[in-house]
């Protein structure tokens, strides 16, 4: 039986997210190895992002391993990291507007945890150091090396930390730099644009610090650039798709050593002709931000979507008359990270049986 597969799956109802534990823990032990080879401290140097699994079981496995520090994107990721015991959260996202004060609310409630924001302009810094001032928030810069997202231009960061130190509500602890938008298969290539990413960054500590502030800690390295960074000591990396990895990174960068640790089962509903049939896997049910294919069936491998809506996937087969309504196919999608946010519950897979299922304890916002 192959490593996906369900002995007993008619105790799941499609379309289901199908979770690995063991593959879980093999892909954190292989993101540990990865951040310590440098020094060989790859539990104080992973800050792991959790928007991938949104999960309160994955980040007591991570916390299982000696990780203690997460980077988060939601407030409610920032709360199911305090709930399941982190005691360092960064949340990695500019504060604007009602939840300034809902983080505020957080770190009441949670007094023995560690919370902070990004910042990249001198109004976020204005606004929040006015919310702070009774107990002042720590704060990263956000640094733009690329990803043209958020981020100030590294040109202009030191000033923004100059300003910063006249706000006494902010303590700036740390700088940040997610370079995404380098996802290159060709090891040289990513090397030399990690490289450069890191040039910008490291180039705005060395400015501060020279114009006499701290040498404040570099967090960078997502999932694609996370094994380059990891060979430059002192960084802290935060990738987040290791943790289930996906068809997307799969292909696209074969060099990392993690694997598919999260699973969608769906089922054949109808034969629509001698070539096309309809599974239940809905554009509701797996990430529909890209073009088709959205997931890469395993044990259908030659088969193509080429139609989806809400509820259906349509796909072309050389032969139909195999097939029956009720039948199941497992697949991994493109892209896991939105993938999960679909689901309230991902039902739990070991060794090929079904034994439970985990609660997306972050999914929304």
Request: aromatic residues 6%.
């Amino acid at each position: 039986m192959n490593w996906y597969e369900v002995e007993n799956p008619d105790t799941i109802a499609s379309p289901a997210l199908l979770v690995y534990p063991d593959r879980v823990t093999a892909n954190i032990h292989s993101a540990l190895q990865i951040a310590g080879m440098a020094d060989g401290k790859g539990a104080e140097r992973l800050r792991p992002h959790v928007k991938t699994h949104k999960m309160r079981a994955v980040t007591e496995l991570l916390l299982a391993e000696g990780i203690v520090a997460f980077k988060c994107a939601t407030l409610r990721e920032a709360r199911m990291l305090a709930d399941a015991g982190a005691r360092d959260v960064l949340l990695a996202y500019p504060l604007v507007g009602p939840s300034v004060q809902r983080l505020a609310e957080l770190r009441d409630q949670y007094p023995a945890v560690r919370f902070a924001c990004l910042i990249d302009n001198e109004t976020a810094a204005d606004r929040l150091s006015a919310s702070f001032v009774a107990s002042p928030l720590d704060v990263y810069i956000d640094l733009n090396v690329g990803m043209n997202r958020t981020g100030i231009k590294p040109a202009d960061a030191p000033a923004l930390y100059d300003h910063c130190q006249l706000q006494p509500g902010i303590r700036v602890v740390g700088l940040h730099a997610y370079d995404g938008h380098i996802r290159d298969t060709d090891l040289t290539d990513r090397a030399r644009r990690t490289d450069e990413s890191f040039r910008l960054a490291a180039g705005v500590q060395q400015a501060i610090a020279d114009a006499g502030g701290e040498t404040l800690p570099l967090i960078m390295g997502g999932s694609p650039s996370f094994s380059m960074h990891a060979r430059r000591p002192g960084l802290e990396l935060s990738p987040g798709t290791f943790v289930f990895w996906d068809a997307g990174y799969a292909q696209m960068l074969p060099d990392q050593p993690f694997v598919m640790a999260a699973v969608l089962l769906m089922r054949v509903i109808s034969i629509v002709d001698p070539q096309t049939i309809c599974l239940d896997l809905g554009h509701k049910s797996v990430a529909a931000e890209n073009p088709l294919p959205r997931v890469v069936f395993l044990n259908e491998p030659s088969a193509q979507p080429i139609g989806q809506s809400e509820e259906h996937l349509v796909v072309r087969v050389e032969d139909s008359s195999p097939y029956q309504p009720g039948d199941v196919w497992y697949g991994v999608p493109v892209h896991i990270c939105p993938t999960v946010n679909l689901y309230d519950q991902a039902d739990v897979v070991v060794n090929n049986q079904w034994t439970g299922r985990w609660e997306v304890t972050a999914r929304g916002h």
